[in-house]
C-alpha cells in the first residue's frame, strides 16, 4: 500500500505558473506507475497526465500538452506536475494517484488507479 500527498497548490493569474508535488509513503515507489487528475467541483474527474515507473514515457491530455511536464524522482518518491502558461479552466483540484498493473488502453480510467492523495487546489485568475 501506498499513501500519497500533494502539495504545491495555489493562486496564480493567467500565464503563471505552478509546480505540484505528490510524496509517495509504504510500498516502493517504483511499483508504481503514476499520474495526475483534475475535478472541478460538479463536474467529473478528468485525467491530466500519466508517467511511467521509470520515467521514460509520459503522456498528457490534449488540453494541457505543452504546458505541464510529469516528472517523477525516484530516489525522493515523489512525482511532479509543471504547469506553465495557466489558463483559468486549469483551475480544479489537483489529484496524484498510483497504480500497479498497466494496459494502455486504461491508462487514463480513474477506476484503474488503487491509490488517491487528497488533492490540492489550484486556481487560476484571469
Given at each position: 500500500q501506498v499513501q500519497l500527498v500533494?502539495?504545491?497548490?495555489?493562486?496564480?493569474?493567467?500565464?503563471?505558473s505552478l509546480r505540484l508535488s505528490c510524496a509517495a509513503s509504504g510500498r516502493t515507489f517504483t511499483?508504481?506507475?503514476m499520474a495526475w487528475f483534475r475535478q472541478v467541483p460538479g463536474k467529473e474527474?478528468?485525467?491530466?497526465?500519466?508517467?511511467?515507473r521509470?520515467?521514460?514515457?509520459?503522456?498528457?491530455?490534449?488540453?494541457?500538452?505543452?504546458?505541464?511536464?510529469?516528472?517523477?524522482?525516484n530516489a525522493k518518491n515523489t512525482v511532479y506536475?509543471?504547469?506553465?502558461?495557466?489558463?483559468?479552466?486549469?483551475?480544479?483540484i489537483y489529484y496524484c494517484a498510483a497504480r500497479t498493473?498497466?494496459?494502455?488502453?486504461?491508462?487514463a480510467s480513474e477506476e484503474k488507479y488503487e491509490y488517491w492523495g487528497q488533492g490540492t487546489q489550484v486556481t487560476v485568475s484571469s
Amino acid at each position: 500500500q501506498v499513501q500519497l500527498v500533494e502539495s504545491g497548490g495555489g493562486l496564480v493569474q493567467a500565464g503563471g505558473s505552478l509546480r505540484l508535488s505528490c510524496a509517495a509513503s509504504g510500498r516502493t515507489f517504483t511499483s508504481y506507475l503514476m499520474a495526475w487528475f483534475r475535478q472541478v467541483p460538479g463536474k467529473e474527474r478528468e485525467f491530466v497526465s500519466f508517467i511511467n515507473r521509470s520515467g521514460s514515457y509520459t503522456y498528457y491530455t490534449d488540453p494541457v500538452k505543452g504546458r505541464f511536464t510529469i516528472t517523477r524522482d525516484n530516489a525522493k518518491n515523489t512525482v511532479y506536475l509543471q504547469m506553465n502558461s495557466l489558463k483559468p479552466e486549469d483551475t480544479a483540484i489537483y489529484y496524484c494517484a498510483a497504480r500497479t498493473a498497466f494496459t494502455m488502453a486504461t491508462m487514463a480510467s480513474e477506476e484503474k488507479y488503487e491509490y488517491w492523495g487528497q488533492g490540492t487546489q489550484v486556481t487560476v485568475s484571469s
